[in-house]
């Protein structure tokens, strides 16, 4: 019985740390997207100058 509890909280352990990288990464993404989406805003600016 203590085998499985610990099996099931090590299992638990790698969900969570993969459910954060996937956050994480959703995250970078989402950062990008505006860092470029600013870029290409302050491009546009210039060029009507």
Same mark, same amino acid.
């Given at each position: ?12 352990? !790698? ?6 990288? !996937?956050?994480?990464?959703? #995250?970078?993404?989402? +950062? ?6 600013? +870029?290409?805003? #302050? ?7």
């Amino acid at each position: 019985m203590e085998r499985i509890s610990k099996i099931f909280r090590e299992r638990e352990e !790698i969900e969570r740390i993969l459910i954060n990288q !996937i956050l994480q990464r959703e #995250q970078d993404i989402k +950062e990008e997207y505006e860092r470029r989406k600013l +870029e290409r805003i #302050q491009k546009e600016r210039e060029v009507k100058i």
